[in-house]
């Protein structure tokens, strides 16, 4: 069981930055891949980008490459998602998920999601 716990969403103006966290229980980001996900409404869930076990690899999606970036603390248990630039396309709801394999490029290649967190970009 992977329980993981994202955080960090709110109402954002666009233009700005803003960091996602997702918690996760000891061990998991050293051992899973761990992605992060966005789900507009009426929307299919979307992979914005994933990071391979410990981060030796990140794959963004081509369309988001340049605005995010993927990163992982592996002492904090941690694995971040930075925005630069927002927009309000951004608005969504953010998960991050684990993986045990790489590349993990399908939502369901990913079997532990979190709940969540809301970001609302205004314009």
């Known amino acids: 069981q992977a329980n993981l716990a994202e955080s960090g969403g709110g109402l954002v103006q666009a233009g700005t930055s803003l960091r996602l966290s997702c918690l996760a229980p000891t061990g998991v980001v050293s051992s899973y891949s761990m992605g992060w996900f966005r789900q507009a409404p009426g929307k299919e869930r979307e992979l914005v980008g994933a990071i391979k076990a410990g981060g030796s690899n990140v794959d963004i999606v081509d369309s988001m490459n340049g605005r995010v970036t993927i990163s992982v603390d592996t002492t904090k248990n941690t694995v971040y998602l930075d925005f630069n630039t927002l927009k309000p396309e951004d608005t969504a709801v953010y998960y991050c998920?684990?993986?045990?394999?790489?590349?993990?490029?399908?939502?369901?290649?990913?079997?532990?999601w979190g709940q969540g967190t809301q970001v609302t970009v205004s314009s």
């Open positions: 998920a684990a993986s045990r394999i790489w590349p993990a490029k399908s939502r369901w290649n990913y079997g532990y």
